[in-house]
């Protein structure tokens, strides 16, 4: 499935895009490691040679490999919660400046904090806007400066923008002046597979479980959840926590000593490919209580497999309009112990399809990739790889006009 390759010829005519900002592709943990793996594939089939620069201790292999005709090229970051996203950033634009590519794609806002460098060092740059990430519980003060400041500067030095999210568009307009183009995030059409193997051997009844995935990390609040599930007092029932802490901390020791002291909670770790096809497809209900959300990832593929869903009255929640059963006030467990016996009392496999079709409908991943592409038309139009790099007063130039060329 990975083959290991040579540098390849920057110079052939198709135009290149390098991704950075996030941990790698395939199969590594988080929302946007699923969006740029869905997107880099569709861009080569369209023509595009495709690059992401990821972070070597999350990858499989320490050397350039290729996967479904994208190029992973590991590049050295340090495993910290602190200092791993910028200076991974950091030296992957040094990487990136060095094969000129026609873009390079930034991705979340802690990465956009040096795309003043990026146009510094001569690269076309596109930044997309996961989240407002300043507003997740596990920052302090001054990683939130550090988030806001990275928020500013990709939206002001890039040459296009996009926000996954309408709240995160208008709010791009509103308080940096600055077009942003909405491109929500996306889900693939399901595998069609009726096997049960990875849930036996978790024993794990179908239908017979609640569904939470996502790392594990405070604005997923899977202590809410953990608490909820212990007052349905229901012993036939499990609650299945998938994913994992990028970084061992008090929050995970938390969450396993809650998950421990309380019976029918399992915690099955990251999961990808067969394993998580299972446990999306046999949910009877899915819940995501989640403080804080861009487009969430996790939610999408639970609808695009028809699963009965719960989540939190948040912005990013609200926009996708699930109807007013399938939230519950963030927070108020009580409510959301409410909200869970009153979903599984009622199943509604009838609406499974219906659900599934509507969500492939609205954010299937083909429309979704034109428009990027759309994007990167416009953020390439008038400028020529490889010609008159930026200098120090163009890029004074570029701060003058408002952040845009």
């Known amino acids: 499935m990975y083959t290991l390759i040579p540098p390849i010829d920057v110079h052939a005519p198709a135009r290149k895009v390098v991704f950075v900002g996030l941990r790698g592709v395939p199969d590594i943990q988080g929302g946007i490691e699923t969006h740029v793996a869905a997107i880099s594939t569709r861009l080569v089939e369209r023509g595009w040679r495709v690059e992401v620069l990821g972070r070597s201790p999350y990858l499989r292999s320490r050397r350039p490999y290729r996967w479904k ?21 950091a030296l992957s634009l040094f990487v990136a400046a060095r094969q000129n590519p026609d873009l390079v794609h930034i991705h979340a806002i802690g990465p956009a904090l040096l795309t003043p460098l990026a146009r510094l060092l001569g690269l076309h740059v596109v930044v997309t806007h996961h989240g407002c990430d300043y507003e997740r519980q596990k920052w302090g003060p001054v990683a939130r400066s550090v988030l806001r400041a990275g928020e500013a500067m990709g939206m002001l030095f890039s040459h296009a923008n ?90 995970q020791r938390e969450v396993e000593a809650a ?13 990808y490919g067969d394993a998580l096809l299972q446990l999306y497809r046999h949910a009877a209900l899915f819940v995501l209580p989640s403080s804080h959300e861009g487009m969430p990832m996790a939610l999408l593929e639970a609808l695009s497999y028809g699963v009965p869903c719960l989540v939190s009255d948040i912005d990013a929640h609200l926009a996708l309009d699930l109807g007013p059963d399938s939230y519950f006030p963030l927070g108020a467990v009580d409510r959301l112990a409410d909200a ?52 120090g007063r163009g890029l004074r130039k570029h701060v003058e006009l408002g952040g845009r060329r």
């Open 259 to 271: 998950a421990a002291a309380t019976s029918g909670v399992v915690m099955t770790g990251f999961q």
């Open 69 to 89: 005709g994208v190029t992973v090229t590991p590049v050295w970051s340090p495993r910290s919660r602190s200092f791993e996203t910028l200076l991974h950033t």
């Open 162 to 251: 996009i926000g996954v999210s309408k709240a995160i568009t208008d709010g791009v307009r509103r308080r940096f002046s600055v077009g942003a183009t909405f491109i929500p995030n996306g889900v693939e059409a399901p595998l069609a597979n009726p096997d049960t193997s990875y849930l036996d051997r978790i024993a794990i009844t179908p239908q017979r479980y609640i569904l939470s995935v996502g790392r594990i990390v405070e604005e997923k609040r899977h202590l809410d959840l953990i608490k909820a599930f212990a007052r349905l007092n229901d012993p036939g029932l499990r609650l299945v926590i998938t994913g994992a802490a990028d970084h061992a901390g008090a929050y």
């Open 340 to 391: 869970m016996r009153a979903k599984l009392a009622v199943p509604d496999p009838a609406q499974k399809v219906q659900r599934a079709a509507g969500v492939l409908a609205a954010f299937g991943w083909g429309a979704i990739v034109d428009r990027t592409m759309e994007v990167y038309e416009s953020a390439l139009r008038g400028w020529k790889p490889g010609s008159a790099r930026q200098t």
